[in-house]
């Protein structure tokens, strides 16, 4: 086998796409420029809190915010640790209940175990949440905070958030939506009192969440005191730069971007369907993200087709449990009541050409069967 | 009613032994797999939707799960 010449198909950029060439220039360029520690008084620190909050300025208008409601952190999932907790906190005297749909993030559902009590609204076998039961849910008595994705990363359904917030508006609960999989790939909208999103979902840096806070949500922190007070340390400021410019570009080819990757995810949703036998394709098939697919193909081991389509150059995620150092499979294929093995997870980066997704629908459909071969499952 | 052993099997190899056990069943066998894999509480159901069979039972008892289908008349 030759390793040299075989170019590399990247199928997988959920949460951590490619790095986009602008948002590259602009880490190194942070790197000399803003190195120092923002919280300094002397030039250097002067400097880098002039990037750091040019940074949240950007990102303000990319969301359509304003500056001051801009949170970064370290991460996105303490992003949505920090939401869900300093909500539960600030608004205790209204009460402890979180509720979320069956399908967030797990970052979102440990936290709202953690800092308070979780109720949870099932979802369709598309991925979307029943916004009837839901918003029932949000009206009733001793709410803390409601949370609903914009989207869900995993299947690219998207979610009732409208509805869902004028419910939780009119019972006076703020929602959190999750738009980390959204935010750079479709218009994320005004529906949400706390937005939160990845940069690295969007060809920034990984290393970097965004939390928007509307004016006017009540929240208290439920850790120590610190300069950064919802984000302790605060984050790299390269990093912020880099994530702030990626999110520029990103919204400013959004929709070209979008009509080329749908299409593509919608030959893949087709040739899957048509060229693999046995496979449970997942999601809603129209209202979702333009660039993620997920399907599941009967009797394969998660494990062995992952490393077979790695062998043969192509970068894909998966759900399944024998992926993940979980021995659960991912919750959200479990509350869709969709097959969790042998499941296969595509998230198109910016650019995925026709060329390379061809060629994976072309190689897909023999390496399952002879995956499906070593086990012995033919006729089955 | 048949019963399949596929305790300390990892996914997929529940399924696939509750499918063999339904391919040599007559039409409308109830067949019961036992599992520990928390995996299979999700993939037999889902298995058996794509396959037209019927999901008539699911228990649980010390880890061990016990999912009953009927196979397609």
Not at chain 1, 217 to 231: A, I, L, M, N
Not at chain 1, 251 to 263: G, L, P
Not at chain 2, 13 to 24: E, G, K, M, Q, S
Request: net charge negative; aromatic share 4%.
């Amino acid at each position: 086998m030759t390793h040299a010449t075989a170019a590399r198909v990247i199928l997988d950029a959920g949460g951590r796409a490619p790095l986009l060439p602008e948002a590259r220039t602009a880490f190194l360029e942070a790197l000399d420029q803003g190195w120092a520690d923002p919280r300094r008084l002397h030039a250097e620190g002067r400097r880098a809190r002039m990037l750091l909050d040019g940074a949240r300025e950007a990102i303000a208008a990319s969301v359509g915010a304003r500056t001051p409601e801009v949170d970064l952190a370290p991460s996105h999932t303490a992003s949505l640790h920090g939401a869900v907790r300093s909500v539960v906190r600030g608004r205790r005297r209204t009460g402890s209940q979180v509720v979320v749909s069956a399908v967030e993030r797990a970052a979102v559902l440990n936290a709202a175990d953690f800092a308070g009590d979780r109720v949870t609204v099932a979802v369709d076998r598309d991925g979307r949440v029943d916004a009837q039961e839901l918003c029932a849910a949000v009206a009733r008595p001793g709410v803390a905070l409601a949370a609903l994705q914009h989207a869900n990363g995993e299947v690219g359904t998207l979610q009732p958030v409208g509805p869902v917030h004028d419910a939780a508006r009119a019972a006076g609960v703020p929602l959190l939506v999750d738009a980390g999989s959204s935010l750079g790939h479709v218009d994320v909208g005004d529906a949400w009192d706390l937005l939160a999103a990845d940069a690295g979902d969007w060809g920034g840096p990984s290393g970097l969440g965004v939390l928007v806070t509307r004016s006017g949500v009540r929240r208290s922190p439920d850790w120590p005191e610190d300069e950064d007070r919802w984000f302790p340390g605060g984050v790299s400021v390269p990093a912020a730069l880099a994530a702030a410019v990626a999110l520029q570009v990103a919204v400013a080819t959004r929709s070209a971007d979008d009509t080329a990757r749908r299409r593509l995810v919608d030959v893949v949703r087709t040739r899957v369907t048509s060229d693999v036998p046995d496979v449970d394709v997942v999601g809603h098939g129209v209202d979702r993200l333009p660039h993620v697919l997920t399907f599941s193909c009967l009797y394969v081991e998660g494990e062995a087709l992952l490393a077979a389509l790695d062998a043969r150059g192509f970068a894909v995620g998966s759900g399944s449990a024998c992926t993940s150092s979980a021995l659960e499979p991912s919750h959200v294929l479990a509350a869709m009541g969709a097959l969790t093995h042998g499941n296969i997870r595509l998230a198109l980066p910016r650019g995925t050409s026709a060329t390379d997704v061809e060629r994976f629908l072309a190689e897909l459909p023999g390496i399952v069967a002879a995956v499906r071969e070593a086990w012995g499952v033919g006729g089955l | 009613m048949t019963t399949v052993d596929a305790r300390g099997l990892r996914c997929p190899a529940p399924v696939i032994r509750l499918a063999r056990a339904a391919a040599d069943a007559p039409p409308g066998s109830e067949l019961t797999v036992l599992a520990t894999d928390p995996a299979a509480v999700h993939d037999v159901p889902a298995w058996a939707r794509m396959r037209g069979h019927e999901m008539v039972g699911a228990t649980e008892h010390d880890g061990v799960h016990a999912l009953t289908v009927r196979t397609r008349a």
